[in-house]
């Protein structure tokens, strides 16, 4: 027990730890506060039993149990206000530098399996910390100086009753140590629950055109349901787990009170003992498994304490990128690729590929579906470290820039865009905080958006429905061309669209494009023939290699991989036309 609440005040922030120490010590003020009602309660029954009742013993006993109620409302108002302030404020700040420290993890982390474990975390996870994790602790911690107090008292007024109290004391932590190792073991199954649910829900919502489209409602509700039952059953048996231990614990203390109660009459009727201690015991057996009861139901979800601490923990403990880098600014966004080998863990994606990008330059990736070009575009901004070869951005190797300055250098246009869910405006202000309504206003022009966002109700206020639904794909790829504008980096790394947009739409995206990459170096995964034609360089990819390099009336004269695309792209190309003809 000792070590998780070790565990739990190391996990707080100092400032939050303070608190919790200060509440403790609280509680311990709390404790003795309680015990006053021994002597209280003694007083007037020894005046009862000897005849001696006066107004001055009355009004003594008032005066402290009155004290005792205020001192204790006074005492418990400010540990909880402590404790919650503590408990929440350790949350939130925790949740901030979750999300700081996942900027700085590879993008391997990001699988779909940590959305759901990243989401279960900080939600979950770190709402039961702030709220229940806190209650149990300091529950246990009061229970546990309410005890001490109380035995310490017995001990100074007779120690053999006091003797029998801390042998009951003893066989109590028994179960208690079983009930959190049984509950422990069931811990991760039920956070592997709730894990899994989170998960299967994100799933289901996120892919729900899908499920809809291909009519696999009924797969998809019982991967759910599955789900939802693993939950249900690993929270009915991590209650179950510690429920006959609690009424064993019941038992203990229930027992310890008779026996303390039993032997304090027992040394009454034999004389060795007074009848106002032995009243004084017995009330005191009392006040042990009152304050016991707490500990034994709250003690069992010490473990889950334990566990939600190591699970935040996890997240910390992944390592992120290298990113002890200077902040540096570079003079050319001239890019240089040196033998470079990558692999996704075992999987070789790009092998030994060297190639040139100079400044201001337009640079066209080809190749068919799974050759690495996207791979190679993430790369590129240090998306994930190589294994081998260099990159190096104006003559230094991206490993030497801090994040935020190599970052800064790049500006992604992606093919899935994603909206936030918040008003247009901060969409497009997301280049760049600082920006005034009249900037975003000139770069949305630019970027070919004023006119829609105009017609939407709000305008540039308009919150866009989670996930950008409320905007066509056309009008979130322009928005966020916008925001790559706004952010003004000289590099931009640009999946064309592939999808099959109208042609009003088409010439407003490229005409979009045209205004975002002027006068900028350009690295683009090329799908339109018009593109690739006008490219500088043009770097065919085939199974992380470089199988053709050059201009488009070299390459388009040699037979390869190059001659095939365009040859597909034409008569794509000639049925497009024919179909608008
Ligand atoms: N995060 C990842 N983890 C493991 N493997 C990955 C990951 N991302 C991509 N891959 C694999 O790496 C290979 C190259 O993928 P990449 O997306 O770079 O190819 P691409 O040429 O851009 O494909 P496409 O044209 O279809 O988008 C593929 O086989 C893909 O399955």
């Not at 149990?136 to 120690?159: A, E, N």
């Not at 900037?439 to 006119?451: E, I, L, P, S």
């Amino acid at each position: 027990m000792l070590s998780t609440l070790k565990r739990f005040f190391d996990f707080c922030t100092k400032e939050d730890r303070k608190k919790f120490y200060l509440s403790i010590f609280l509680g311990l003020l709390k404790a003795m506060i309680a015990a006053m009602r021994i002597p209280a309660i003694a007083l007037i029954l020894n005046a009862l039993i000897t005849n001696k009742l006066s107004m001055t013993v009355i009004w003594q006993v008032i005066g402290i149990l009155l004290l005792s109620l205020v001192l204790n409302i006074l005492v418990t108002l400010k540990t909880t206000m402590l404790q919650t302030e503590g408990g929440y404020h350790t949350c939130a700040q925790k949740r901030i530098e979750i999300a700081e420290h996942i900027r700085y993890l590879p993008m391997g982390y990001f699988n779909q399996n940590s959305l759901g474990q990243m989401t279960s975390i900080t939600t979950t996870t770190l709402e039961s910390l702030s709220d229940i994790a806190t209650r149990v602790v300091m529950v246990t911690m009061q229970g546990f100086l309410t005890t001490f107090v109380i035995t310490l008292s017995v001990l100074i007024y007779d120690w053999r009753i006091g003797l029998i109290l801390i042998a009951g004391l003893l066989v109590f932590l028994l179960p208690n140590s079983l009930m959190r190792k049984q509950a422990g073991v069931m811990t991760p199954i039920k956070q592997k629950a709730d894990t899994d649910l989170i998960d299967v829900i994100l799933k289901y919502v996120q892919g729900i055109a899908e499920v809809k489209s291909f009519n696999i409602t009924k797969q998809s509700a019982k991967t759910l349901s599955t789900a939802i039952f693993a939950k249900r059953d690993a929270d009915i048996k991590m209650t179950l787990v510690t429920v006959p231990w609690i009424a064993v614990q019941n038992i203990i203390t229930k027992l310890t009170g008779v026996a303390m109660c039993g032997a304090a009459i027992w040394f009454y009727l034999q004389g060795s003992m007074d009848l106002l201690i032995c009243m004084m015991m017995v009330i005191s057996a009392y006040m042990v498994y009152e304050s016991l009861d707490g500990v034994s139901s709250f003690s069992s979800l010490l473990r889950a304490v334990d566990l939600a601490v190591e699970l935040v923990e996890e997240i910390f403990d992944l390592q992120p990128m290298n990113t002890k880098g200077q902040d540096l600014q570079p003079s050319s966004s001239h890019l240089e690729l040196d033998q470079v080998t990558f692999s996704y863990k075992d999987r070789p994606i790009i092998k030994n590929l060297s190639f040139t990008i100079p400044e201001k330059t337009r640079t066209a990736i080809v190749g068919p579906s799974g050759s690495g070009k996207t791979t190679l575009c993430h790369l590129m901004a240090r998306f994930w470290d190589i294994d081998k070869g260099h990159i190096r951005l104006d003559g230094h190797e991206l490993t030497e820039y801090s994040y935020d300055s190599l970052i800064r250098n790049f500006s992604f246009v992606f093919q899935n865009v994603y909206l936030f869910e918040d008003t247009i405006e901060n969409n497009i202000k997301f280049g760049r905080q600082e920006a005034s309504h009249d900037q975003v206003v000139a770069v949305a022009k630019k970027a070919r958006c004023h006119d829609f966002i105009m017609a939407l109700p709000q305008g540039y206020d308009t919150v866009i429905g989670e996930a950008g639904a409320s905007l066509s794909g056309g009008e979130k790829q322009r928005i966020s061309i916008a925001r790559a504008m706004m952010k003004d980096a000289p590099i931009i790394i640009l999946d064309e669209a592939t999808a099959n947009i109208d042609p009003e739409n088409e010439a407003e995206l490229m005409a979009a494009i045209d205004e975002l990459t002027q006068d900028k170096t350009i690295i683009m995964i090329a799908h339109r023939l018009k593109t690739v034609e006008n490219a500088d360089q043009i770097i065919v990819l085939d199974k992380g290699q470089i199988v053709q390099q050059g201009k488009h009336v070299e390459l388009a004269k040699q037979a390869g991989i190059y001659r095939d695309f365009i040859t597909t792209k034409k008569e794509a190309l000639s049925w497009k036309l024919a179909a608008r003809a």
